[in-house]
């Protein structure tokens, strides 16, 4: 797989570079692939990874003969540092969101061997294996699609996750900043942190619950009526989805074929309608319980990381800069996670989360300095 930089395809390749990035990244993809195989040795997925190992090291091999064919002999320096970050993703995080790292590197890799196909330079015979490389990583997209849908708790509450622990971090940091600032006693700070974070943790534990359960409420009520309704008057139903198909561009005979053919099966129709009128899908309607289980655990989480100084009874000095340096670390772990599993920039995801962030902290604190100021100036 090729990873170009930034995520994104290059404007215009560099034959000899992409060939010796190739070359790198699917060597060091390979090794991954390895090491994940023997993790899961034994099983089918194992078995699965080895194979997936032998692919990637077959596709390095044609890269590096492809550069001896020029008179280039690029080696294989792989990088044995981004090799074990990604072990420790897969170790912490799980696998499903190991694949997702795996799999911004797979798109990328499309966008870049489609753009090589086109140039002229490059022999029938290496066009032929380029595409053979291009179909593989497609397959492997789908094969992390397969297994992934197993392993994949981040990656389904990745919302929940991201506001919750990042909303109790920069909140608690904030009235602790905003409090040490005006007592300058480090453990009070850190106690009154904590009880605006249990508190916060408590209502988000149970907004999450009525919020949830209402909105799954009323979903199952639109898919009951509906299932109700298609199996009193079907034909009727065959009409309105292939309507919305044509909104998706499909012609009106393909349409009214897909229509007809998912009539047959009545509670085919009825969820068909459901996904393209309602956008609701009955098999993704999440459980309330856990859904408020995991708001609660994950801002309580991120209301007593950053007050570990403030309990510690470290001094003012220490303790604040500490606790702005947990906060950092962790809000950039978080924009790490949702960079991955949302497929998005993770740069940009970590920069907006710190700055944010920081931006809050140092205004609660400002103000708290200010009001400490302001009563000395009283008296």
Not at 5 to 34: R, W
Not at 344 to 368: C, D, F, N, P
Request: net charge positive.
């Amino acid at each position: 797989m090729l990873v170009v930089a930034g995520g994104c395809p290059m404007a215009k390749i560099n034959i000899t570079q992409f060939a010796k990035s190739a070359l790198v990244d699917e060597s060091q993809t390979a090794k991954i692939y390895h090491k994940l195989s023997r993790n899961y040795g034994g099983s089918q997925l194992g078995t699965r990874l080895g194979s997936l190992a032998e692919t990637e090291a077959k596709h390095a091999l044609f890269w590096a003969e492809f550069l001896k064919g020029r008179g280039i002999d690029a080696g294989r320096k792989i990088n044995n540092l981004r090799v074990a970050l990604f072990m420790v993703v897969f170790k912490l995080f799980g696998f499903g969101l190991g694949l997702k790292l795996l799999e911004k590197g797979e798109h990328a890799a499309v966008a870049g061997y489609g753009q090589i196909l086109a140039d002229e330079s490059i022999s029938p015979k290496e066009k032929e294996m380029i595409k053979e490389i291009l179909s593989d990583e497609l397959d492997h997209e789908d094969e992390f699609e397969e297994y992934g849908k197993k392993y994949k708790f981040f990656v389904d509450r990745v919302a929940v996750i991201l506001t919750q622990m990042s909303g109790g971090l920069v909140t608690v940091l904030s009235v602790t900043a905003g409090l040490t600032g005006f007592y300058e006693r480090p453990f009070v700070a850190g106690v009154a942190g904590m009880l605006v974070g249990l508190t916060q943790a408590v209502n988000s534990t149970v907004s999450f619950y009525f919020y949830s359960k209402t909105e799954k409420q009323v979903k199952l009520g639109i898919i009951s009526r509906l299932k109700t309704a298609v199996d009193v008057l079907p034909g009727f139903f065959v009409q309105k989805l292939a309507s919305h198909l044509k909104k998706d561009d499909l012609s009106e005979h393909a349409a009214m074929v897909v229509s007809e053919e998912a009539a047959k099966k009545k509670e085919l129709l009825s969820k068909m309608i459901a996904k393209q009128k309602y956008d609701i899908d009955e098999e993704k309607l999440g459980s309330p319980t856990k859904t408020a289980f995991y708001a609660g655990f994950f801002r309580v989480l991120g209301t007593f990381l950053p007050l570990i100084p403030y309990f510690a009874n470290l001094s003012t000095s220490t303790a604040l800069p500490l606790s702005i340096l947990i906060t950092i670390a962790t809000l950039a772990l978080l924009g790490f996670l949702v960079g991955v599993s949302a497929e998005i920039s993770v740069r940009l995801k970590i920069a907006e989360l710190i700055i944010s962030g920081l931006s809050l902290t140092g205004i609660a604190w400002a103000i708290g300095v200010a009001a400490s100021r302001f009563i000395e100036f009283l008296k």
